[in-house]
Every structure is written in C-alpha cells, then in structure tokens.
C-alpha cells in the first residue's frame, strides 16, 4: 500500500523560510514524477511544483518561481520542497504526490495521476 507522508508544516512569520519533506512507502518512486500541490480555504487544490524523475527538470508555477525550491532524494525515496520568502498568500495545507505511471516527461497536471499525501498544514502570519 502507497503512503505518502508529509512533514515539516508549521507557522512561520512572513519572509521567513520552511521546509517540508515528504516520505513514500509501499513502493519505490525512483521512476517517477514527484510534486507539491496545496490548497488554501475557500479554494481549489493547485500545483506548486514538480520534478521528473531524475531530478533533472522543475516545474513552479508563476507565483513560486524563484521562491520555491522542489528536490528529491531517489535513495531515500524523499522528495522536499525549500520554501523563502513567505507570504499569508502562501498559507494553505500542502500535499505531496507522486505519480502513476513511471518516466512521465514531466509532471502531469491531471491530479488523477498521482498518489496524494494527507496534507500538511502551513501558516504564515503577517
């Protein structure tokens, strides 16, 4: 059974950093896409970042660029997002996913693709 676990959630002060892991269990992701996605209240989950599975491409959205960092430990079977210059705009839960179908050229956008974590909870005050 996949499980993927989501940690390092919190409350941070605006501009401040965080940092959130995630661990997979049940099957080995070595070979597959991993993302972030999040869901703040009132409003659609949407995708924050993703990496294929070699670590060799990200993908941010707009808001994220240059804030946002994703990277993945394929030995661990770990993937991280480094998270900087927080904003309230950035409080949402956040979730981790990892993909289906193995070698996708990059992370899909259709979240019936994905295995999802159960969220982690990040606040930022002002």
């Known amino acids: 059974q996949v499980q993927l676990v989501e940690s390092g959630g919190g409350l941070v002060q605006a501009g401040g950093p965080l940092r959130l892991s995630c661990a997979a269990s049940?099957?080995?992701?070595?070979?597959?896409?991993r993302g972030w996605f999040r869901q703040a209240p009132g409003k659609e989950r949407e995708f924050v970042a993703g990496?294929?599975?070699?670590?060799?491409?990200?993908y941010y959205a707009d808001s994220m660029k240059g804030r946002f960092t994703i990277s993945r430990d394929n030995a661990k079977n770990t993937v991280d997002l480094q998270m900087n210059s927080l904003t309230p705009e950035d409080t949402a839960v956040y979730y981790c996913?990892?993909?289906?179908?193995?070698?996708?050229?990059?992370?899909?956008?259709?979240?019936?693709?994905?295995?999802w974590g159960q969220g982690t909870q990040v606040t930022v005050s002002s």
């Open positions: 996913a990892a993909d289906k179908i193995q070698l996708a050229a990059m992370p899909p956008t259709d979240p019936l693709r994905y295995y």
């Open positions: 049940g099957r080995t992701f070595s070979r597959f896409a």
């Open positions: 990496i294929i599975w070699n670590g060799r491409k990200t």
